[in-house]
C-alpha cells in the first residue's frame, strides 16, 4: 500500500535504461561475461559485462511482480544450468505472507537468454521460511528444503525436502521417494543451506560445516585454529576483555572450495579492534590452516545485515577480498547518534594459500553506507558488488573495474553470470 | 414544421450538478429517479405505454499509470448490472435500485429505456443521448468525503478498545490516522476516500499501484478484485477504513509473534536459525573475549507503549506500521526470510558490559531498527526507504511518524 507519487516515481523508473558511468576494458574475462542481475522485487535487468551494455530489462516471468507491497522477496533464490542453458528460480506464489505468516512457493525454469517460463512446479506446503535451494548438475535434480519451524507445517523432521528433476526443462518433475506416496522427505539432521556444495571428496561443505558421506557432521570451531604460532602473528590484534584478560577473538567469514575463511578482531560498534584484522584460510577437507595473514583492514563477521561480513572467499578458494571501510556517526534522531561502516570502494586482494597481497582494486564513486558484496563469478574472475545507486563489476586477476548506475529502486540481491 | 419519428426522452428527477450523483459524506447512495415519455407520436401514448428499464455501471479506473505494472484496470470499464429489468407505466418514475439494498456502487451510469408501442414499433433510449435536457455528458456517480474529523472518528471509534496484539487501542488508533493521512495523500488531500479534498467531491482514488481509497486498499491480479467482491472498499469510505483496519491488525499480529519465532528458532541443525548464529557467532566472540556464554534466545517482546515516532520507540506498533506496507526485503541468516523493522543488535550482544540477566525483557537494547542508509534504493531492505534514512527509519515509518492524526495539510510532510 502506498501512496499514488511514490509509487509511480518507482515504478516507472524501475525498468529505465541503466547507465555505465565510469569504465575501465574488462578484458581478461572467462567466457561468463553475462549477468543477470535480479532484485527482490521481480525486476531484473541483463548485462553484457565485456562490452559494458544493457541488453534486456523487465519483470522475471512468473514472478508475483506488481504493485503495491510485498514481503520478503518474490524471488527468492536461483540457480544456473549452463548445460541448456536455463535458470532455475524459487519463487514465492503470493506477494504477502497470509494471517497464519504462511506463503506457498514454486520452482519455475527459465529459458536463457530471454527468461521465458518453461515449466513451473508448486511446491504442495506453504512454509514460513524461505526456501534452501540447491542444483546438482550432474543428476539434473534441484533439491528445494525448509527448515522445521515451530509455525510452519513442514515436518516433525529437522526440515522437509523435495526434490525435482530437470531432465525436461519443459517439466519440472517431482521426484519421490521410492515407495513414497508424496513428494516430501523429511530430513533428519542438517538443513543444508543454499550456500551448501559438494567438495571432490565427497563431503559436503556448508559455511563451516562439514557433512560426511556418512551424514555425520560437525563445525569447525574457529578458537581450536589459534595456534601459538598464529597467536604471535597476530598478536597486535589481541584486546583486553572485561577481567582484564587479553583475547584474541576469530570467528567465521566464508568458505569454498573446501576452504574456510576466518577473521581475528572483529571489528564492531562499541568494541572497536585495535589495529586492523587479521585472515586465516583454513583447509576444511585436509584439517590445516594454510595461511594467517595479519592485514591493517578492520573487519566484520556477519551481523545479520548486508554489509556484513566484510571480507570473501572466491569460488575457487584462491583469493581473498577485504572490503575497506571506516566508521561514520550518524543521526540517529532524538539527540542520539549511530555508528555505520563507509565502504571506501578499496578492495584489497590476499592471496589464499601463502597470504600475499595480490593487488588493491578501487571502486569508484565510493559505495559509501551501503556499500556490500553481492556475488563472484563461478569461475572466481569477477566480482559483483552494489551500492545504492551503483553495481560495480571488478576484475579480479586484472583489476579493471566497470560501474553501471542503477535504475531508482533497484537493488541488486542475486547474479547469475552465464555465457548467454 | 416537421416532426421527428417517435422515440422515448428520459427526463431525470431531481437531475443533479453536471450529472453527477453523490453518494453522501454518511454514507449513504444517492436517490437517481427517471420518467420516461413517448415523444414524436400523436396521440401522446405515453400514459399507456410500459416502459422497462436497464441500468448499468461502467467503473472506470480514475488515476494509475498505463503499462506493465497496472493489474487490472487497464480496461475501458467493468460493467455492473445493477439488477434485473424494472417496469413503469406512463409517467410513473424509475428509481435505480441495486439487487444489494445495502451496497455502495458508483461509475459511470447508463440509463437503458424500452417500450413497445402499439403498432408493434419498439422504441430504445439511453443516457445521455436521450435525455430530455440536452446534454451528452454521461451520469455519473461519485462519492463526497467526508470532513477529516469523521474519518478521525471512525477510526477511533472502529480500533477495539482492548487494541492489537498488545497494542494500546490509542496508539494504534492514532498511528491509523496517520496513515490514513500518508496512505491517501499527497496534499491537499489525505484521509480522503475520493478525489477530492475532504469535503469534496469526485471518483474514488485509485493509486497507481491499485490502491483503493483512504486506507489504499490494494487490489492486484492476485488479489481479489474488490470492484466486484466488495465495491465497498471502493465506494464507501467506511469499509475501506475497517478494510484497512483489518489488514493492520494481521500485520501487528506479524509483528508480535516475530520475536517469539525467534526464541523458538532453536535448532542447530538448521544453520540459518537463531540459535545457530548465537551459537556459532555471538557467542563464539564472548567465549575469546572469556565472557559467559549467552544461553537463551534474546528475543525480548517489542516495546508496545507511545506513539509513532516516540522516543524510545513503540517497537511493536513500528513494525506492524511497517509491515502495512510490507515487510519487503531479507536479510541473512534468513530468520523467516522478511525484513523487519528491527533486528537483533549484535553489536549489543557481544558487548562484554551487556549484562545477560535482561536480556529477555531489555527490549530497547537487543533490538536494533534496520536502516539501510541506501540512498533511497533498495529493495533489499525495503522499497520504501529515504533517500538518507534520516531518523534511521525506513520512509514509510518516517512519513507516519513525521504525520499527525488531525492532517491538518494533508500527507508527506504536513
Known sequence: MTTPVRSTVFLSLALTLITVVARAQITNLATEHIAYVFDCSGKFFRIDVRAGTQTQAGNVPGAQVGAGGYDGCLVEELALDPQRPAIYAVMSKQRRFGPLGLRQNKVVSLQLPDLSVLSSADLPVPSDNVPNFRYDAASHELSVSYPASPDSPVTSGDGLEYVLSTEDLKELDFKARFGAATPERVIWGPVLTSQAYFHSSGRIVDRDRIVDTNGSYFTVNPASLLTEPIRRRFQSLQRTGAKNNKYIDILFADSAAGRMLFLASWDINGNPSPAGGGLLVYDAINEKTISATLTPFRMAANELLPGTPTIHLSPNGQVVVVEEYRWESLDAGGGRSVQQRFKTGKLVLYDAASGSWLRTIDLSPAPGLSGRFVTFSPDSSLMYYASGQNLYVADLSGGQTITIQLPQGFSPVRIITAEH | ?414
Open chain 2, 1 to 414: 414544421m416537421s416532426k421527428g419519428n417517435p422515440s422515448i426522452q428520459i427526463t431525470l428527477v431531481s437531475p443533479p450538478t453536471n450529472n453527477q450523483y453523490l453518494i453522501t459524506p454518511t454514507p449513504s447512495m444517492p436517490v437517481i429517479q427517471a420518467t420516461a415519455a413517448v415523444i414524436n407520436a400523436t396521440p401522446d401514448p405515453t400514459d399507456t405505454t410500459t416502459f422497462t428499464w436497464y441500468a448499468a455501471l461502467k467503473i472506470l479506473e480514475n488515476g494509475g499509470s498505463a503499462g506493465a505494472q497496472e493489474d487490472d484496470y487497464d480496461k475501458l470499464g467493468f460493467i455492473v448490472e445493477t439488477g434485473p429489468a424494472v417496469q413503469t407505466k406512463g409517467s410513473q418514475p424509475y428509481t435505480l435500485t441495486f439487487v444489494d439494498q445495502k451496497i455502495f456502487l458508483g461509475g459511470e451510469l447508463t440509463l437503458t429505456v424500452t417500450a413497445t408501442l402499439a403498432n408493434g414499433q419498439v422504441l430504445t433510449a439511453t443516457t445521455p443521448a436521450n435525455l430530455a435536457a440536452l446534454t451528452t455528458t454521461p451520469l455519473e456517480i461519485y462519492g463526497t468525503n467526508p470532513q477529516r474529523s469523521a474519518i478521525q472518528s471512525y477510526i477511533i471509534s472502529n480500533v477495539p478498545s482492548s487494541g492489537y496484539s498488545t497494542l494500546q487501542s490509542t496508539n494504534a488508533a492514532d498511528a491509523l490516522q496517520r496513515m490514513a493521512c500518508e496512505e491517501s495523500g499527497p496534499a491537499p488531500k489525505g484521509q480522503t476516500q475520493f478525489s477530492g479534498v475532504p469535503g469534496g467531491t469526485g471518483p474514488p482514488i485509485v493509486a497507481s499501484d491499485n490502491g483503493i481509497g483512504i486506507m489504499q486498499v490494494t487490489v492486484t491480479r492476485f488479489t481479489p478484485d474488490y470492484f466486484v467482491t466488495n465495491p465497498g472498499i471502493v465506494f464507501n469510505w467506511q469499509t475501506n477504513i475497517t478494510s484497512g483496519l483489518s489488514y493492520f491488525q494481521e500485520k501487528a499480529r506479524t509483528a508480535y509473534n516475530y520475536p517469539g519465532s525467534l526464541r523458538t528458532s532453536t535448532s542447530m541443525t538448521n544453520m540459518n536459525s537463531y540459535q545457530y548464529w548465537i551459537t556459532n557467532t555471538v557467542n563464539v566472540a564472548r567465549a575469546a573475549a572469556q565472557l559467559a556464554p549467552i544461553t537463551i534466545l534474546p528475543a525480548p517482546n517489542f516495546t508496545n507503549s507511545g506513539n509513532i515516532g516516540s522516543n524510545p520507540p513503540n517497537q511493536l506498533l513500528e513494525d506492524a506500521v511497517r509491515g502495512y506496507n510490507g515487510f519487503s526485503g531479507t536479510y541473512t541468516p534468513q530468520f523467516g526470510g522478511v525484513l523487519h523493522e528491527f533486528v537483533p543488535n549484535t553489536a549489543y550482544l557481544v558487548n562484554p558490559n551487556t549484562p545477560l540477566s535482561t536480556l529477555s525483557t531489555d527490549a530497547k537494547d537487543v533490538w536494533m531498527r534496520v536502516c539501510s542508509t541506501d540512498g533511497g534504493n533498495g529493495a533489499l531492505f525495503g522499497n520504501e526507504y529515504s533517500a538518507t534514512c534520516a531518523g534511521i527509519r525506513p520512509a514509510y515509518v518516517n512519513n507516519i511518524a513525521a504525520n499527525t492524526a488531525q492532517c491538518p495539510a494533508g500527507a508527506n510532510g504536513n
